[in-house]
C-alpha cells in the first residue's frame, strides 16, 4: 500500500498516526518531492470511480492563485490530469493507493470500512 502525504500537512499527520495505530504497513511518498506521474494520476482516477475534481487541492494556495476554481470546468479531462502532474501542491493529500482502492483526502470512517475490513 502506498501512502502519499506532504509531512507538514496537519491531515496528512493526522492520517499516518491512524495507520499506524491500526498496525497498517504502507510505503511513504512526499507527494511534493515525488509528484504522480500523469499516468499514475490517470490510472488512480479511473481506480477510484471519483470524479477528478476531487483529486485537486482545492484548498491549497496554488490553486487559488492559479484560480482552477474557474478554470477546471472548461478544461478537458486529460488536460486536468497534466496540470496535476505538474506539481503535487496541486493535488489533494493524503492519498492511500493498493492494488484494488484508491482513497483521497483523510476520512476516518470511510478509510476504517475500506481499510480495516480488507485486513481481516
Not at 502525504?5 to 491531515?11: A, D, E, G, M
Not at 477510484?48 to 492563485?65: A, E, I, Q, W
Not at 505538474?86 to 470500512?113: C, Q, S
Request: net charge neutral; with cysteine.
Amino acid at each position: 500500500m502506498l501512502f502519499i502525504q506532504y509531512p507538514k500537512c496537519s491531515t496528512c499527520q493526522k492520517a499516518k498516526k491512524w495507520l499506524d495505530a491500526q498496525n497498517i504497513t504502507y510505503m511513504e511518498r512526499h507527494i511534493a518531492e515525488d509528484n504522480p506521474s500523469y499516468d499514475e494520476l490517470k490510472q488512480w482516477h479511473e481506480k477510484s470511480g471519483m470524479p477528478l475534481k476531487k483529486f485537486f487541492n482545492t484548498s491549497g494556495m496554488l490553486y487559488k492563485d492559479m484560480k482552477l476554481k474557474d478554470r477546471l470546468p472548461d478544461m478537458s479531462e486529460e488536460e486536468q490530469l497534466k496540470l496535476l502532474a505538474t506539481n503535487g501542491m496541486l493535488v489533494k493529500r493524503p492519498l492511500i493507493v493498493d492494488a484494488d482502492k484508491v482513497l483521497v483526502g483523510f476520512k476516518e470512517a470511510e478509510w476504517g470500512e475500506k481499510l480495516l475490513l480488507q485486513k481481516d
